[in-house]
């Protein structure tokens, strides 16, 4: 269980907000527990953050006794250093230049504009992404940001603020902000359930076919609190929030030029557990990489041809080496898009002009017939569901595009590993070695005594009524033991 800790200079600092528990003078914090086995995140209100003040003992005490503390040591001295945010701001969009022309005439101010964020977020809605990155840049509570209007507007001026320098008007807007950021300090301390760790759960409800229903990502949250893990799904707005967690579960289709890849690169740099972490992404949603990582350790797989866009005889090794059909793929396709099967030389021709147009460089595979596909879910090392995924009907992959975004799928047979081919999970096993011990979905054709490897998936799909289908709860009590096992074994370091 994480554990919240707000330290402000005087008691009466946090006079207009409601009283609570997790609120701490600098005197308190300076005398208090030095360290101890519950993750601690500080929130440092103090009024100055000038080198060797107050506010800047109360950061380098929390980053020595290993709190994740916001600011932290490097965004004080950052701030204290001009050169670092004396920024051309003309990429703005043109809403917030507008605005910030508008106030400076309203305002008389000779072309000087003064705003205040908290936690990211802005009273002024024309500036909500500039709060958003200055807050992802130098994560500060209450940042207050001086504009100037030169030849293009820069940023003259930042400095932190405590709530003691707030207007009214300002303290609600900061008290809202923290709500949002960290709403457990409003909670009454015996109203609380206490819950061993802390659990994100990266999610998109606007995705067209996420990882995970509803109603499974809902079993994920009941399998980890029996277990005692507190589950919150957060989204991609929640980014800063990440070092208040214990573990990061990306339920979100990941890519690496994604908010996704970031979120598991930021986890493990705060030392969470992230499933699935930043290598394995990378390794898994680049087929190209992937062909020729399986192809060089033996595992097999289809007979496959990576092109690039500057060979001259593109076509020629296809049809020498592959020969019709054929699968030509983008190398960060999912779920069945960027990749056609070609019949002939025409069709081959077209696809590569096609796929060569985004990626310098493309995969060709051998087309292997079969009536289902088996996935094998991989967590740590060892298979925890089989599943025949059946092609769409008249079709010849399990996933059928058409139009109006209309998604058209296959039917599936969910099985215990048990009957599954020993053959087909032991390549998957082999397969997974070679990514890591995180969470992976393994694509594998049969066809007769052939198996062949078609791509490992970072994040595979998990959903209620599929790959529970035979496991049932079990499923999702599995996958969040994985994570208690790992949480733990980082406590006990």
């Known amino acids: ?58 950061s380098l005490l929390a980053e020595a ?14 701030l204290s250093r001009k050169g670092l945010f004396s920024l051309e701001l003309s990429e703005l969009d043109s809403e917030a230049l507008r605005w910030l022309d508008q106030a400076a005439d309203d305002q008389g ?103 995970s229903d509803k109603v499974a990502l809902a079993r994920f949250i009941k399998a980890g609190r029996k277990l005692g893990i507190n589950v919150e799904q957060i989204n991609k707005r929640d980014y800063s929030r990440l070092p208040e967690y214990d573990g990061l579960f990306i339920r979100e289709t990941t890519a690496i030029d994604h908010h996704t890849y970031r979120f598991a690169r930021k986890a493990e740099s705060e030392g969470l557990v992230v499933i699935d972490d930043p290598v394995s992404i990378l390794r898994c949603t680049n087929k190209v990489f992937l062909a020729d990582l399986l192809t060089a350790n033996r595992v097999p797989t289809p007979t496959t041809l990576i092109l690039s866009k500057d060979q001259k005889d593109n076509v020629q090794q296809v049809m020498q080496s592959i020969g019709f059909p054929a699968v030509v793929k983008i190398p960060d396709g999912s779920f069945s898009r960027g990749i056609s099967r070609v019949e002939n030389e025409g069709e081959l021709r077209v696809a590569l002009d096609q796929l060569f147009r985004q990626s310098a460089l493309v995969l060709v595979q051998e087309y292997l017939y079969t009536d289902y596909d088996w996935r094998i879910g991989v967590l740590g090392g060892r298979a925890i569901y089989a599943c025949k995924y059946y092609m769409v009907k008249g079709h010849w992959q399990i996933y059928q595009h058409g139009g109006d975004a209309q998604v058209n799928s296959g039917g599936f047979e969910t099985l215990p590993t048990y009957e599954a081919p020993r053959k087909v999970i032991q390549a998957a096993l082999n397969a997974t070695r070679l990514i890591g011990s995180g969470l992976y979905g393994v694509d594998i054709k049969q066809s007769g005594q052939r198996i062949a490897v078609i791509e490992v998936n970072d994040n595979p799909s998990i959903e209620a009524g599929v790959e529970d289908r035979f496991l049932g709860g079990e499923l999702y009590t599995l996958i969040m033991q994985e994570f208690l096992a790992r949480m733990e074994e980082k406590r006990r370091r």
């Not at 290993?66 to 600011?71: A, G």
């Not at 909500?128 to 209450?142: E, H, N, T, Y």
């Open 1 to 58: 269980m994480s554990k919240l800790l707000i330290v402000v200079d005087q008691a009466s600092d946090w006079a207009p907000f409601f009283p609570s528990d997790d609120v701490q003078t600098f005197e308190q914090y300076l005398h208090g527990t030095q360290r101890d086995s519950t993750r601690t995140r500080v929130i440092n209100l103090c009024q100055s953050a000038r080198y060797l003040s107050r506010g800047y003992y109360c």
């Open 65 to 78: 006794r290993r709190h994740q503390v916001l600011p932290s040591v490097a965004t004080l001295n950052d």
């Open 109 to 211: 101010s000779a072309g000087k504009v003064m705003v205040r964020t908290y936690f990211g977020q802005v009273e002024v809605p024309e500036l909500k992404r500039v709060a958003r990155s200055l807050f992802d840049r130098f994560a500060c509570p209450i940042l207050e940001v001086q504009f100037k209007r030169r030849r293009s507007w820069q940023i003259e001026s930042m400095r932190p603020v405590s709530p003691g320098d707030l207007t009214e008007t300002e303290q609600d807007a900061f008290a809202a902000a923290l709500d949002r950021f960290s709403s457990i300090v409003w909670r009454k301390p015996k109203g609380r359930r206490r819950y061993r760790f802390d659990l994100a759960m990266l999610t998109n409800p606007d995705e067209q076919l996420p990882p």
